[in-house]
């Protein structure tokens, strides 16, 4: 199973651009990065996947370098609606033809006026 | 994107009764669905694969008798909490995966399970 590590938690102002990284080192060449937020009492929700380089959606992007052995979730001007928990993921594929997602303690987002 | 309900959202049940949570893929057929279990400001805790058509396969010290796991059809799978007991309650979240999207998973809305 890829292990992730991401800091526990991180504070940030609204409009700032908020970047969290994470670090999964044994990634396998079949595995995806996906990050989700959740909120409490909420199942997680999809932010972003990527496999390599860089991913964009309407609400985040993604960084990968080349050696995929870290990630880094970008948020531009975030709002207080933001503050969450976020996960990164990397699937464990156990050669049956999905993906199962082992959670790691996430990262705790607060978001201050 | 992809949408996956639970049902119920909450559940009180007394000590000693059994409760069914349903977890459905609206949108989109999943051979594949999971279980997790999530304690108050704690990361989720994954306790089972759930497979169509055959048996799911439940991580260690995941009471599989206790736990029963049913994915009958393409869009449902149900997990089944026996004898609960107050240290059940939790807050249980199923998630599906959609083959035809780059194998994104998507996560329920969560069941909040008290068991009195």
Known sequence: LAKTTQPISMDSYEGQEVNITCSHNNIATNDYITWYQQFPSQGPRFIIQGYKTKVTNEVASLFIPADRKSSTLSLPRVSLSDTAVYYCLVGDNPGQGFQKLVFGTGTRLLVSP | ?116
Not at chain 2, 75 to 87: I, K
Request: glycine residues 6%; proline residues 3%; neutral net charge.
């Open chain 2, 1 to 116: 994107g992809a949408v996956v309900s639970q049902h119920p959202s909450r559940v009180i049940c007394k000590s000693g009764t059994s409760v069914k949570i349903e977890c459905r893929s609206l949108d989109f057929q999943a051979t594949t669905m999971f279980w997790y279990r999530q304690f108050p400001k704690k990361s989720l805790m994954l306790m089972a694969t759930s497979n169509e058509g055959s048996k799911a396969t439940y991580e260690q010290g995941v009471e599989k008798d206790k736990f029963l796991i049913n994915h009958a059809s393409l869009t449902l799978s149900t997990l089944t909490v026996t004898s609960a007991h107050p240290e059940d309650s939790s807050f249980y979240i199923c998630s599906a995966e959609d083959s035809s999207s780059g194998n994104t998973i998507y996560f329920g809305e969560g069941s909040w399970l008290t068991v009195v």
